[in-house]
């Protein structure tokens, strides 16, 4: 059994001892928990707490190793039979002429594998010719699984919020309607129906460039066929990129640059602002006042975002019976089931949300997924450059990607935003 399985099930334990606490306190008239009750609770949630931290240690170095063994996701779906041969066969050899182009540059590799190359090129500015200068490679397929990995492990954004693939990066105008104040009627016998229109309304989409820099790599570890090259200008690209996205798709200033859900839900004006000397707290009413600035239809699907050391105020939160806010998830399988959740939402971690602060725009509550993620096909494309550095003995790597990000909002404001107290 794998040490984070191992964890995961000791979390089963303490989770279900915790609940067990708040079960017993309820079935007796819905009491408070008394001292001794609400010692062990706490004391259950810090082993909780310190067992999620090294979880997430563990499932790293797991990660790290099943990458080391060159396990992907294409090996195991072609041995049981689910993925064509033939894609298999040419995704392989344009892995392995990736592979000899980021060592050996576009001179150093086959004829055949230059046309692999010329295939998979991504041209990044539409009005740029088909050179090496305006564009890069994609990045292969097995290695575009680790790429993601990546993406998602430094932040809190992608996967929780919805994504809107399109297949060019164009400006994209995408459709609202609001008719949520419209009702039908009740009509007499010969009686003409009244026309009532509906509200449309549009939200514009961009496809800003998002860059890596670039990664300087020796060209005699680039020579040492033991070295696993791939490994690294993926990992490093994904990085970067993963948290310059994060970053963006969070608190970006919609200049230039995408509108950060913080920044667009503050914008719809679905407010509401902690009292006086709230400027690194908040409490259990204010939990409330923000659910319920949010219309039950997106309330139904809604889950909080927030900093994490705002998890950490969050936890020591009591409602009026002395019972904590922050419930344990209910499994071992920690993120692949059941979530701990805050007043019955399951919340998201992201540490590019501002910290609880005066004036800050410290908590999310509402839907999620209509903030969109705009992902322009091809993925992250790959520039190699050799001249640039070559009296340094050393190959520039560069990634790039295509994206941007916007709230859907049709009129009735899917999320909510907590605001600190200004003093």
């Known amino acids: 059994m794998s040490y984070a399985k191992q964890l995961r099930e000791a979390n089963l334990r303490l989770s279900l001892e915790m609940n067990a606490i708040v079960a017993t306190a309820k ?30 240690r563990a499932e790293k170095a797991d990660k790290i190793a099943l990458d080391l063994r060159g396990v992907d996701a294409t090996d195991i779906a072609a041995s049981i039979g689910v993925v064509d041969g033939g894609k298999k066969a040419r995704d392989d050899k344009y892995a392995s002429a990736f592979t000899n182009f980021i060592r050996n540059g576009m001179e150093g590799i086959s004829a055949e594998e230059k046309q692999l190359m010329q295939q998979r090129f991504v041209v990044q500015n539409a009005a740029q010719t088909l050179t090496t200068t305006g564009g890069g490679y994609t990045i292969p397929t097995a290695l575009e699984a680790d790429l993601e990995v990546a993406l ?10 919805g994504e809107l693939p399109t297949s060019t990066g164009g400006p994209l105008d995408y459709p609202t309607l609001n008719d949520t104040s419209n009702v039908g009627r009740i009509i007499g016998v010969n009686t003409q129906v009244t026309n009532t229109a509906i509200a449309f309304g549009q939200v514009a989409f961009s496809s800003y460039i998002f860059s890596s820099d670039i990664i300087l790599i020796p060209l005699a570890l680039l020579q040492d066929s033991a070295f696993d090259v791939d490994a690294l200008v993926v990992k490093a690209l994904g990085q970067r990129l993963g948290r310059l996205l994060n970053t963006k798709l969070t608190v970006g200033t919609g200049s230039g640059e995408p509108d950060g859900i913080v920044t667009a ?22 939990l409330v006042n923000l659910e319920h600035l949010v219309d039950p239809l ?6 909080y975002m927030f900093h994490d050391s705002t998890l950490k105020v969050l936890k020591k939160l009591k409602d009026s019976s002395n019972r904590p806010l922050w419930q344990p998830a209910l499994t071992a399988s920690f993120g692949k089931g059941a979530e701990p959740t805050i007043l019955d939402h399951p919340y998201v971690i992201n540490n590019d949300m501002p910290v609880m602060a005066a004036s ?22 790959m520039m190699r450059l050799v001249e640039r550095y070559a009296d340094y003995l050393q190959v520039g790597i560069m990634g790039f990607l295509r994206a941007d990000g916007q709230l859907l909002d049709a009129g009735t404001h899917p999320i909510g935003v907590f605001i600190n107290a200004a003093s």
């Open 27 to 56: 079935a007796e008239n819905n009491r408070g928990l008394v001292s001794a009750e609400a010692e062990k609770f706490d004391k259950l949630e810090a082993d909780y707490s310190a067992n999620e931290a090294s979880i997430a």
């Open 152 to 161: 998602k492990f430094y932040g809190g954004i992608l996967g929780n919020v």
């Open 265 to 286: 839900a503050v914008a719809a004006g679905l407010t509401t602002q902690g009292a006086t000397g709230e400027t690194t707290s908040v409490i259990y009413d204010d």
């Open 298 to 303: 997106y309330r139904a699907n809604g889950k």
């Open 360 to 381: 800050a725009n410290s908590i999310l509550f509402g839907d999620m997924t209509l903030y969109k993620y705009r992902k322009v096909a091809g993925g992250v494309t």
